[in-house]
Each structure stands twice: as structure tokens, then as C-alpha cells.
């Protein structure tokens, strides 16, 4: 089945929060192949849908720690 491209007016965005600095980094190892990050999240997606067992198993030691609600107060960084 061939891949239809996206329709920003019917395909939903997917939300992630990813430090800037990593994300940065990515888009510049992205650029230098000619890629983008919006197309990897994409075949990131496919390749989970296709095995997810393999792909999951390849991101495990990349994966980030799960997060629970708001930060706790005492947590929570100000600045001075």
C-alpha cells in the first residue's frame, strides 16, 4: 500500500517536547542528509507500525524517563 503525503487539514500533529539542544542537534545531523525532522518523526511511525518490536527494541536505551504530572514545587527551578 503506497504512502498517501500528509494533508495538514486531515492529518492530526503529534505533540512531543524535546530539549532544544537535542533537537537543535538532530536538525543539523538531519540537513546534512537532506532530511528533515518532521520526516523522521514520520518514518519513525512507519518503522513502528511495520515491527514494532525491532524498532522499539532499537530506541530502548535512548528512551526517556516516563514523566508524571507537574514538577513539585520544591522541584521546580527560578531564577535569582
Avoid: C, Y
Avoid at 505533540?15 to 532530511?35: D, F, T, Y
Amino acid at each position: 500500500m503506497a504512502e498517501q503525503k500528509p494533508d495538514a487539514h486531515l492529518d492530526p500533529k503529534v505533540g512531543a517536547r524535546a530539549p532544544r539542544e537535542l533537537q537543535n542537534e538532530v536538525r543539523a545531523i538531519l540537513a546534512a542528509r537532506e532530511k528533515t525532522l518532521s520526516a523522521a518523526i514520520v518514518a519513525l511511525l512507519r518503522a513502528l507500525r511495520r515491527d514494532p518490536d525491532r524498532t522499539l527494541a532499537m530506541l530502548e536505551a535512548d528512551w526517556p524517563p516516563e514523566k508524571r504530572g507537574r514538577p513539585r514545587l520544591d522541584q521546580q527551578s527560578f531564577p535569582e
